[in-house]
């Protein structure tokens, strides 16, 4: 055991699940299917009134990035996430919740993460989406 070294509390630092599931590649991958599905989508298409869904998509990949523990671009830019302010100007529905949840489940099934990180992120989605409905419908 003479060989053994001490290892001083607070120099072991655990990942952040950012860094479990593979950082800002697989976040940008998720969003980007996500909005592949967006876009042909009817209901969801027009709640996005920029005609290139790309800026909608980058903003929302900062914002999962920094949410899940990797930089914090999005605040830096965008200050406070506020969601609930932010979608208040579009009617969402419990229509517009589950189309939400049909493409981002698709989206997070083509990631192929563990079944452990797989069910915390879908947890995580699943609250959010419940937490934009403002409307009845």
Request: zero cysteines; glycine letters at 8%; aromatic letters at 12%.
């Amino acid at each position: 055991m003479d060989d053994v070294k001490e290892i001083r509390r607070g120099t072991l630092q655990e990942q952040t699940f950012y860094e479990q599931v593979g950082g800002e590649e697989t976040f940008r991958r998720l969003v980007h299917r996500f909005y592949e599905g967006v876009a042909g989508d009817p209901l969801l298409r027009p709640m996005y009134p920029e005609e290139d869904l790309g800026p909608a998509e980058e903003r929302f990949t900062l914002f999962l990035i920094q949410y899940w523990g990797g930089p914090t671009t999005y605040s830096e830019n965008r200050g406070h996430p506020r969601l609930r302010m932010r979608h208040a100007p579009f009617a969402v529905d419990r229509a517009a919740h589950d189309a939400w949840l049909k493409h981002m489940r698709v989206a997070v099934e083509e990631l192929g993460l563990s079944e452990e990180h797989e069910h915390t992120l879908w947890n995580y989605l699943t609250y959010a989406a419940a937490s934009m409905v403002n409307t009845e419908g």
